[in-house]
């Protein structure tokens, strides 16, 4: 059994009792593996930090039900398991209950820890959880977590109002001044930009035993059992097999699902991991490139400084290396950034665009078709992703790679759907604010391979001909 952790609304302390929990199950010495609701990359990071193990995302709008299923299934099988929810409990896409913490309970049948954020509330607590536990009767609350609670006596007003409701107390934190993860532009700072990282998991790992009444929660987190036919790897092919596939990983480029590259290795592909920030160059004998989101604008003078690593890219890029590149990816490859305080720094310029920061957010899964064919996808393939970003491309693709809509409710008459081009594909490049999990979809990552593949003959093709000169 899994406990799923949701909360009423969005900034309740989902993600600190998560960490809480997870710290104090590894304080215990038990494996834990983690999951998280929806399309996050930054909560997963702290997530991973602390358990040691990739966490998973359960997203069924970028995956399917199906998909999330089999994730859950394989991945929970031997370990301790707890899932994030995301938002409200019952938030999901476009107002939807698609996608959210309710519907991932209800697909995976595990019951709810409800947070609730105590700071304002007395008597009202009650008429708050009584709502949560009726509004859907397919869901079991398992009991709840109070947070933020001010003093003895609030705890005792609280925990008076709660108890018609038999719905047990599992855990009480008081208001934390001394435990916060700093933020900015879109959301947590990452892991590795926290070098202080370990001292706060240590303090996370005492409130989780200190807070919680483990004698109720870890009958609750028992190790889950797995179906034989629900492994999810994908079986490496020949013709696939050895091809080396450099993937950018550093301070400014970190986010990727663990799915995607669980699924270019499956395939046989070599993930060699290098750094646009400290490297001087692309890794020998890539012969293909993947550029993940990040906070390249918060690395900008780094990377402009790189001037190596920036040419290295450009002429590989240049002589048809296949390349996928997602938002922060995107920027790296434009002519330059301006960043948050309005200085623009050079970048890799293989795209004829300029990436500048702004106030404005882009927020929310898209459904996109192709428009021509990339090395990821070939025109008229529909696929679903998601945007998070405060930046945009003062000028736009020539060649855009989508046409793009938002989510949308099945009745939203066909009429009513606005799409916009996105994307850029130039080269062999497919560069694009968008996110895609290729978790369900595994087509995409087999047809990128073989570009790889065929791109890495012909480099050997083209080196043993000059060779006969």
């Not at 301790?80 to 995301?86: F, K």
């Not at 970190?254 to 592909?269: E, I, Q």
């Amino acid at each position: 059994m899994t406990l799923v952790i949701a909360g009423d609304r969005s900034g309740v302390g989902k993600t600190t009792i998560t960490l809480a929990l997870l710290a104090a199950l590894r304080q215990r010495g038990l494996a834990v593996q983690s999951f998280k609701v929806g399309p996050d990359y930054i909560d997963p990071m702290f997530h991973q930090f602390v358990t040691g193990r990739p966490c998973r995302n359960l997203d069924p709008v970028l995956t399917s039900e199906h998909y999330v299923q089999k994730c859950f299934s394989q991945h929970s099988q031997t370990s301790h398991s707890l899932i994030e929810g995301v938002m409200g409990l019952f938030d999901g896409a476009g107002g939807t209950d698609w996608g959210s913490t309710a519907h991932i309970a209800r697909l995976l049948n595990l019951p709810i820890l409800l947070v609730l954020d105590c700071a304002s509330l007395s008597g009202s607590v009650a008429a708050i959880a009584h709502g949560f536990k009726t509004f859907d009767p397919r869901l079991k609350l398992a009991g709840l977590v109070l947070n933020r609670v001010g003093s003895d006596r609030h705890q005792a007003m609280l925990t008076e109002a709660l108890a018609p409701l038999g719905l047990p107390i599992l855990g009480v934190l008081r208001r934390q001044s001394a435990i916060t993860i700093p933020d900015r532009h879109l959301g947590l700072v990452p892991t590795a930009e926290l070098p202080d990282l370990r001292s706060l998991v240590d303090q996370l790992a005492y409130l989780g035993e200190a807070c919680f009444d483990w004698q109720q929660l870890l009958p609750l987190l028992q190790t889950s059992q797995i179906c034989p036919d629900q492994a999810i790897s994908e079986p490496a092919l020949p013709d696939l097999a050895g091809v080396r596939v450099a993937i950018a990983h550093d301070q400014a480029f970190s986010f990727y699902y663990p799915d995607n590259l669980d699924a270019l290795a499956d395939l046989g592909a070599e993930l060699v991991s290098w750094s646009p920030l400290q490297d001087a160059g692309l890794p020998a004998g890539v012969q293909g490139l993947y550029l993940g989101g990040g906070f390249p604008e918060m690395f900008a003078p780094a990377l402009a400084a790189n001037l190596p690593a920036r040419q290295s890219v450009r002429q590989a890029l240049q002589a048809g290396l296949p390349t996928y590149a997602e938002c922060g990816g995107l920027m790296y490859l434009c002519q330059q950034i301006e960043t948050l305080e309005q200085e623009s720094f050079p970048m890799v310029g293989v795209l004829p665009a300029q990436a500048t920061m702004g106030q404005r957010l882009s927020l929310g899964y898209r459904q996109a078709i192709a428009l021509r064919d990339t090395p990821l996808l070939s025109a008229g393939t529909g696929v679903w992703g998601h945007e998070f970003h405060r930046s945009q491309l003062l000028d736009r693709a020539n060649a855009p790679i989508f046409t793009t809509t938002g989510f949308r409710a099945k009745s939203t008459p066909a009429s009513a759907l606005t799409w916009q081009p996105e994307g850029w594909q130039q080269h062999q490049v497919h560069a694009s604010y968008i996110h895609l999990h290729w978790g369900d979809r595994l087509e995409l990552p087999r047809r990128f391979l073989s570009h790889c593949r065929a791109y890495g003959k012909q480099v050997a093709l083209t080196g043993l001909f000059n060779g006969c000169q």
